[in-house]
């Protein structure tokens, strides 16, 4: 299995910022690609950012020019820098990654439990 743990969520006020980290451990062979998803109340699950194992990146136009993607290969953590954050930025951001366990077997799947991101002032 492999875990996927975010933090750096939390309260900030419109036109701050805050970085998200999440780190992948557990029983991991490789990890490919990377994102974060977003649910806001009420709404579906939305891709925010996506980031491949060649650092190709695609962000959502709701947040294009105030976030960015990145990851840390070597420390098998991915992060999200956002700015200028506004009320509709409010949502659980979930960490995301397709990952493989062991050459043996199928990458799949695999989510983090989320961190709350309240943009209010």
């Known amino acids: 299995q492999v875990q996927l743990m975010e933090s750096g969520g939390g309260l900030v006020q419109p036109g701050e910022s805050l970085t998200l980290s999440c780190t992948a451990s557990g029983n991991i062979f490789r990890i490919y690609t990377m994102a974060w998803y977003r649910q806001a109340p009420g709404k579906q699950r939305e891709l925010v950012a996506i980031i491949t194992t060649g650092d190709s990146v695609h962000v959502a136009d709701s947040v294009k020019g105030r976030f960015t993607i990145s990851r840390d290969n070597a420390k098998n953590t991915l992060y999200l820098q956002m700015n200028t954050l506004n009320s509709e930025d409010t949502a659980v951001y979930y960490c995301?990654?397709?990952?493989?366990?062991?050459?043996?077997?199928?990458?799949?799947?695999?989510w983090g439990q989320g961190t709350q991101v309240t943009v209010s002032s």
């Open positions: 995301y990654t397709h990952g493989q366990t062991d050459s043996a077997y199928p990458p799949r799947d695999y």
